[in-house]
């Protein structure tokens, strides 16, 4: 039990092109999700985290109209990277909450990488 | 702020050795404390949780340990594998709130054959 998937594994784009990622928690209820991004051999910065049904909560030096997380259902959370940049490239990787439970259960990741 | 540190930053050891990951963080007021393996360009696969009231974990040949006063846990893996080669991350979960996990750099650890 507790699986978070994410899709796209992998992602390739233009530059100035829009990217939504989605990370579903697939048999549980996910009151919290939690939105990182690791650069190569960095580890994970947190961008934001989201409850359902609230506004995210971004992190200090995260524009939050560039990354747009949207948390509608206590199963699913989007990440939207607008008019992404190669400075965007990254590994973006999703978490889940459920409440009154202990532990944060990880997607596998999607590479995003802007040409 | 929380901070977690890991050291060494890498580490490489003949296959068999037993070894000690080291994992400091400077507020002793946590909820919990996981490690993580992370396979390369892969995502994170959750090992051990260490409540703030427990002093240790095991599972099969990794033990994690916790001193919460002192800001500490180890990870301690018997008779290493090459299939152990990863970076081993530390996280803990700040005491208050719904809070995610804060994250150290890891430990990239190779095991040579």
């Known amino acids: 039990g507790a699986v978070v998937s994410q899709h796209p594994s992998r992602v390739i784009c233009k530059s100035g092109t829009s990217v939504k990622i989605e990370c579903r928690s697939l048999?549980?209820?996910?009151?919290?999700m939690f939105w990182y991004r690791q650069f190569p051999k960095q580890s994970l910065m947190l961008m934001a985290t989201?409850?359902?049904?609230?506004?995210?909560?971004?992190e200090q030096g995260v524009e939050k109209d560039k990354f747009l997380i949207n948390h509608a259902s206590l199963t699913l959370s989007t990440l939207t990277v607008t008019s992404a940049h190669p400075e965007d490239s990254s590994f973006y990787i999703c978490?889940?909450?459920?409440?009154?439970?202990?532990?944060?259960?990880f997607g596998p990741g999607t590479r995003l990488t802007v040409l | 702020k929380q901070e977690v540190t890991q050291i060494p930053a890498a580490l490489s050891v003949p296959e068999g050795e037993n070894l000690v990951l080291n994992c400091s963080f400077t507020?002793?007021?946590?909820?919990?404390l996981q490690w993580f393996r992370q396979d390369p360009g892969k995502g994170l696969t959750s090992l051990l949780l260490?409540?703030?009231?427990?002093r240790e974990q095991t599972s099969g040949r990794l033990n994690a340990s916790l001193d919460k006063s002192s800001g500490r846990s180890t990870l301690y893996i018997a008779a290493s594998q090459p299939g152990d080669s990863a970076t081993y991350l530390c996280?803990?979960?700040?005491?208050?709130?719904?809070?995610?996990?804060?994250f150290g750099k890891g430990t990239r650890l190779s095991v040579i054959a």
């Open positions: 048999d549980f209820q996910a009151t919290t």
């Open positions: 996280a803990v979960r700040p005491e208050s709130g719904n809070t995610p996990l804060v």
């Open positions: 989201s409850n359902e049904g609230s506004k995210a909560t971004y």
């Open positions: 978490s889940a909450r459920r409440a009154s439970y202990n532990e944060q259960f």
């Open positions: 260490i409540q703030s009231s427990q």
């Open positions: 507020d002793s007021a946590i909820y919990n």
